[in-house]
């Protein structure tokens, strides 16, 4: 965490230069450049979302204020990022649901598998009022708060075995984040889940160490897994959700105009991004193809296997969100 919060300074200091460098003329209220950080790469609508936000919040403010994108875990893997924006050492992050699961539990919510049918779907229950409010009931627990919920559409499956019902999962080894209930749901279909640093995975489907990884087209295309695999599933078991957190303690610090225009910008950058999204799926699917994957559709009776395989999941989870009014407006019963 020291080393992390040297690179933050550093950063500041950098983005510090940056205002000054560009004009002296130029007032600002700002001693330097608020600093918004992920572990995502640039190609990806992870930067596409932090970016539209940072300009929006620099054009309602006139300039006013202004907030830096560090991208690429350039400032720390998702980890240190969130444990810098609980004690306010980096104010602004935007990263997957999936690795805040340690520090806030009941955000396993988000990691219930085979929900949703469509990515619309999803976005009704995030735009929801009521349902945002708990959900940032749950960030306020650890001095955050959300701004935002945007996502990269569906997380679906590569692999070197085709699978076309719920026995050809079996035995796969699967790359998966480590968090237990992603673990939980691959398991419950029959595959061998193994958690991997994601700087890997390209060398262990290279090298036959994995058989298969799951993440967005946005990630797969990034980072060329699709020329180790041959097939790219459509399991759309779980949307990969991107969350803009703030610090809590960051923005009590503003005053209330400023404040006002960040939660408009968040607005604004949520909604773009999510239209950003649906637009590139179709181009990602296409370079997938191009590079010689195939694209495997799965079955409407497929998907309810896997719903049903998960069954005990969904148990353990809704006990964990402690919230059945919570748990059964995301699940839609």
């Not at 790469?41 to 929006?56: H, L």
């Not at 619309?120 to 306020?140: G, R, S, T």
């Not at 069954?311 to 699940?331: G, N």
Request: glycine share 4%.
């Amino acid at each position: 965490m020291k080393r992390n919060l040297k690179k933050y300074l550093a950063a500041v200091f950098a983005a510090a230069l940056v205002l000054l460098c560009s004009g002296c003329a130029e007032e600002t209220t700002q001693e330097y450049a608020w600093v918004l950080a992920t572990a995502s790469p640039e190609d990806t609508v992870t930067q596409i979302y932090a970016e539209k936000f940072a300009e929006e919040v620099e054009r309602l403010s006139d300039g006013a204020m202004r907030i830096e994108v560090y991208a690429n875990s350039s400032l720390g893997g998702d980890t240190e990022l969130i444990e810098c924006c609980m004690t306010g050492d980096i104010p602004f992050v935007v990263q997957n649901t999936a690795p805040q699961v340690s520090y806030l539990p009941r955000l396993c919510l988000f990691d219930l598998p085979c929900v949703f049918d469509s990515i619309d779907e999803l976005h009704e229950v995030l735009d929801d009022e009521q349902f945002m409010e708990k959900i940032n009931e749950i960030y306020a627990e650890k001095g955050l708060e959300l701004l935002g919920m945007s996502d990269q559409d569906f997380r679906v499956m590569t692999s070197n075995v085709k699978v076309e019902s719920l026995e050809d999962f079996s035995g796969i080894k699967i790359r998966t984040m480590e968090n237990s209930y992603h673990m939980a749901f691959w398991k419950a279909i029959g595959a061998n889940p193994t958690p991997m640093s994601f700087s890997e995975v390209y060398i262990g489907l290279q090298q036959n160490t994995i058989d298969a990884q799951e993440n967005p087209y946005e990630v797969i295309v990034s980072n060329k897994f699709y020329e180790q695999q041959d097939y790219i599933i459509q399991t759309n078991h779980l949307p990969h959700l991107l969350s803009l957190i703030v610090s809590e303690s960051f923005m009590e610090s503003l005053e209330e105009d400023e404040q006002t225009i960040i939660r408009e910008a968040a607005a604004t950058a949520c909604a773009y991004a999510r239209e950003q999204a649906q637009e590139r799926v179709a181009d990602r699917i296409a370079i997938c193809e191009e590079g010689g994957a195939e694209i495997v559709e799965i079955s409407d009776e497929l998907r309810a296997q896997m719903r049903e395989a998960s069954a005990e999941l969904y148990e353990e989870i809704r006990t964990v969100v402690a919230d059945d009014d919570l748990y059964y407006a995301y699940i839609g019963e």
